[in-house]
């Protein structure tokens, strides 16, 4: 899928209508829906959060992949993304000193570890992908939308193909992490939510949602339609309304599942024993700010 010029006639996504009152990432929204209390620790309470290598390798592998498009189509070979795998690490690295910690100091052979296992997940990516055919219309973009007249959504998508037709096809890089049957479902969640916000902007229901699994080279594609996205725009502000709910109450309770084996936060959790801060006072200083407000680093949530 190629890509003709676009005209992008979205507002500003850093400006809000002065109906807006709060905003929601489907980062956030699909922590509230898989814990409550997962919700308030990252975006009331606002815990730190040590990144883990997956993620961290996650975040390098979405780098390279945002680079490689930048090469000329011929030159986007497996050899060409392997050669950018340094280079963004030591980038990163630059942006954010605290990833070095991940490693001992002087511990060379566990960052180049790292490394090639970074690389591994593109050979991954290649053999799903040509990415020499394509021109991606965007790529870590920013996008945003109202509903139901008060609440902004808003997220980054990996890229978004446009096809000669103007069809859309929104795609997302998995580098693997969580147990596939609870993830997939989180993932699609996140998609839908990038295709709400494409329609409502754009007048145009993406024909394709594309997940693709570097670690196991595969690809999930999902084709919505507009009665789906309907139903799910009232599904994401029935979640903020219960969010709201929660909040007024104090209320986030914890939903055990599988995926608390990837939760940073078990030592305040009453599942496991323990006990959550005290509920801040006067909340979040800003509702119009999720908890991040780059939703999230690209493979942080993986």
Not at 62 to 71: I, K, N, P, S
Not at 88 to 102: F, G, H, I, K, Y
């Amino acid at each position: 899928m190629t890509a003709e010029p676009v005209i992008d006639t979205q507002p500003d996504p850093t400006a809000a209508a002065p109906t807006v009152r709060a905003s929601l990432s489907p980062s956030r929204a699909a922590d509230f829906k898989t814990c409550p209390l997962l919700y308030r620790f990252r975006s009331i309470d606002r815990l730190p959060e040590r990144p883990t290598v997956e993620q961290v390798r996650g975040t390098l592998v979405h780098a390279v992949l945002e680079r490689l498009f930048d090469l000329p189509a011929g030159a986007r070979t497996p050899e060409s993304a392997g050669d950018l795998v340094a280079p963004q690490w030591d980038r990163l690295v630059t942006e954010q000193p605290e990833l070095a910690t991940l490693f001992a100091e002087g511990d060379t052979a566990a960052v180049e570890g790292f490394l090639r296992s970074a690389a591994a997940l593109l050979e991954g990516y290649f053999a799903v992908e040509d990415p020499r055919r394509l021109e991606p219309a965007e790529r870590e973009a920013l996008i945003s939308a109202v509903v139901d007249d008060e609440l902004l959504i808003r997220g980054y998508l990996d890229r978004l193909d446009v096809a000669p037709d103007g069809a859309l096809r929104v795609v997302d890089y998995k580098t693997g992490g969580a147990p596939r049957e609870a993830f997939e479902a989180r993932a699609l969640f996140q998609l839908k939510f990038y295709a709400l916000v494409l329609w409502r902007t754009r007048g145009v229901v993406p024909r394709v949602l594309r997940l693709l699994y570097l670690k196991d080279a595969e690809v999930c594609d999902y084709s919505p339609d507009a009665d789906e996205l309907l139903r799910f725009e009232r599904t994401v502000v029935a979640l903020w309304q219960a969010i709201e709910q929660a909040t007024a109450r104090q209320d986030f309770r914890p939903r055990p599942s599988r995926l608390c084996d990837w939760c940073s936060h078990q030592a305040l959790c009453p599942s496991f024993g323990g006990t959550p801060p005290p509920f801040p006072v006067a909340g979040p200083a800003d509702p119009l700010t999720d908890a991040r407000s780059r939703p999230a680093a690209p493979g942080a949530d993986e």
